[in-house]
């Protein structure tokens, strides 16, 4: 079908094209605003000098009134180092930045998270936590992104234990409930359970390594796993993992039972499952492989830009359920249905951090949306535009937080839905009317997709 394929390659090229014109037209993607009243400029002495010293004296005595007298309970950093940025690479700290306000932008009109893009000069992994941890007493929460595997295993795990906010980083846990999400919805249409199906992962990278670690919690039996990296299949042979890759070596050695060893074809063959993160195809899958996979297969390929099999390709060759990570395409598998609302969530209740558990109540949550409307194969989980979902989420990440003990507030079900809801429906009412108003200019009308 190559004008298809023509299509949906011209298609792809068009953000690209336009990105160029919008980013310099704005100047970047967000401001800062006030959020509290000035009447007039007598009010600077309320909000500054010499007001100010009250709140802070109160906060010295109490610390926890910080979140009280300022906006901190709102503030989360996304912070990178620019090792490894959206499939372009280590382009730097610098070209990083757009990167960085494009998911501070999602973050506030889809969870109403005021979020600061940090990119920052410390590509030494002992650096980097160093400069996170100083960090802490302006924010609520921390979002990493972008950044080279195997550090980002070791930046993670280590300000997970040794900060007492959220820190979360969304290439890997973000694209787990997501991806978590979409499976428990497609197993119910082509009715398998979760601990009896057999998974094919092709790509090793920090994404499906999460995916998997999560997976497993959700109740995915690891035996019956396959994990395929650059040189093959992950077996308990693979000793040269042991040193540097340590979270490859533990899938070594408790995946994979049969002990298969080969490429990707051997970890599909009789496989219900296929997850995809790896090298942008379309040939990276190839249909023959495909029919190697057990009746009514389940197949997300979510390389970007294009996925790793064209999904009429996968369904040719017997692909029940496709998923990729396009929005073109039906089945998107989107991190941004995934963090806005769980840090709304973990936020709202004041969370010290997202346990593995908080991820997997947002995914059944996200599951569960989609449901409500109708699941189909073309219809897994829901869409960006579908608003409702992110307070829903928000509800189901906060509870789960009282829960296990790991929230600072408690509030019920119907208290966490309603402050959720409103300061998500503020950010997009606000994003709308500085639009109206013309506070935010309009470009030119060809400049649309």
Known sequence: MPDKKDEYLAKAKKPAELAVKLHPFFKGKFEVVPKCIIRDFSDFAIWYTPGVAQPCR???????????????????????????????????????????????????????????????????????????????????????????????????????????????????????????????????????????????????GAANICILQVLIKAGVNPELVVMCDTKGTLHKGRTELKKDYPEKWHFCQTTNKANIVGGIP?????????????????????????????????????????????????????????????????????????????????????????????????AYELAKCAEDKGIHEEYLIPTMDEWEVFPREAVAVGMKAIEQGVARVKMSREELFKTAEKTIRHAREETQKLMEAGIIPMPPAEWHL
């Open 58 to 204: 109160e906060i010295q005595q109490s610390p926890d009134k910080v979140w009280e007298h300022t906006n901190r309970a709102n503030y989360i950093a996304v912070i990178s180092d620019g090792t490894r940025v959206l499939g372009l690479g280590d382009i730097g700290p610098e070209a990083a930045m757009p990167v960085m306000e494009g998911k501070a932008l999602l973050f506030k009109y889809l969870g109403g998270v005021d979020a600061v893009p940090l990119c920052v000069s410390a590509k030494d992994a002992d650096e980097f936590i160093k400069t996170v941890k100083y960090l802490e007493p302006s924010f609520g929460g921390i979002n990493l992104e972008d950044i080279a595997q195997p550090k980002c295993f070791k930046i993670l795990e280590t300000l997970r234990k040794e900060m007492n906010i959220p820190v979360w980083h969304d290439d890997q846990q973000g694209t787990a409930a997501v991806t978590v999400a979409g499976l428990i919805n497609a197993l119910k249409l082509v009715g398998k359970r979760m601990d009896k199906i057999r998974v094919a992962m092709v790509g090793a």
């Open 266 to 362: 051997d970890a599909m063959k009789k496989a219900d499952v296929l997850i995809a993160l790896s090298k942008p195809g379309p040939d990276t899958i190839k249909k023959e492989w495909i029919e190697l996979m057990a009746k009514d297969p389940i197949v997300f390929v979510c390389a970007n830009p294009i996925p790793e099999i064209w999904p009429w390709e996968a369904k040719e060759a017997g692909a029940r359920i496709v998923a990729t990570g396009r929005s073109d395409f039906p089945n998107q598998v989107n991190n941004s249905l995934g963090f806005p609302g769980i840090f709304r969530g973990a936020l709202d209740v004041r969370a010290k951090t997202i346990t593995d558990e908080m991820c997997i109540a947002a």
